[in-house]
Structures are given as C-alpha cells and as structure tokens.
C-alpha cells in the first residue's frame, strides 16, 4: 500500500502561481512512477503530468506545457507539481496518483491515488 496526501490548493487570480505537493507513506517510493491529475465539477478526471521513478523524465498534457513543473524529490518521498500563469480553466481537483509504469495517461493504471487538493483561478 502507498498513501498519498496532496496539499497546496487555495484561491488564486488569473496568471497567479501555486505550488502543489504530495507526501507518500507506505512502499517504497522511488519504487513508483507519479502522476497529477485534475478533475473539474461534472467532467472525467483527466491527466496533467507525469514523472519517472528517478525524476530524470518528466512528461506534461499539452494544456499546461510550458506553465506546469513536475518533480519529485526520493529522500523526502515527495512530488510537487509548480503550476504558473494560471487560468480559470485549471480550476480542478488536484489529485496525485502512483503508477508501477511510466508514461501512463490513464486512471485505470494508476494504482493508488490522494484524496485531492482544490485548485480555483479567479478570472
């Protein structure tokens, strides 16, 4: 079992930063790939990035390029996801997830998941 905890959500203006991180509990960590994702009200939980077991590649949605950062850091069992130049429609939950493979988009292979941080930009 890994347990997941997301922190970091709040309010936030139109072209603003947050600053989300996920502590994991259990196996070991470096053990798994990660992966944010955000679901916003009435929609599918979709994906937004990904990181590798290392943190040496990192893989990011098309919407947030060049705004997201995802990393992670092993010896404090942390991943963070740096989200800038925000928009209303990053409004989401924020939910991290843990993967035995890499590169994966879909919520079925993910195996354990937080319980979500709420993320809301202001227009």
């Known amino acids: 079992q890994v347990q997941l905890v997301e922190s970091g959500g709040g309010l936030v203006q139109t072209g603003g930063s947050l600053r989300l991180s996920c502590a994991a509990s259990?196996?070991?960590?470096?053990?798994?790939?990660m992966g944010w994702f955000r679901q916003a009200p009435g929609k599918e939980r979709v994906f937004v990035a990904a990181i590798n077991w290392g943190g040496g590649s990192t893989y990011n949605a098309d919407s947030v390029l060049g705004r997201f950062t995802i990393s992670r850091d092993n010896a404090k069992n942390t991943v963070t996801l740096q989200m800038n130049s925000l928009k209303p429609e990053d409004t989401a939950v924020y939910y991290c997830?843990?993967?035995?493979?890499?590169?994966?988009?879909?919520?079925?292979?993910?195996?354990?998941w937080g319980q979500g941080t709420q993320v809301t930009v202001s227009s």
């Open positions: 259990g196996r070991t960590f470096s053990n798994f790939a």
């Open positions: 997830a843990a993967s035995r493979a890499f590169l994966r988009l879909a919520t079925a292979e993910y195996d354990y």
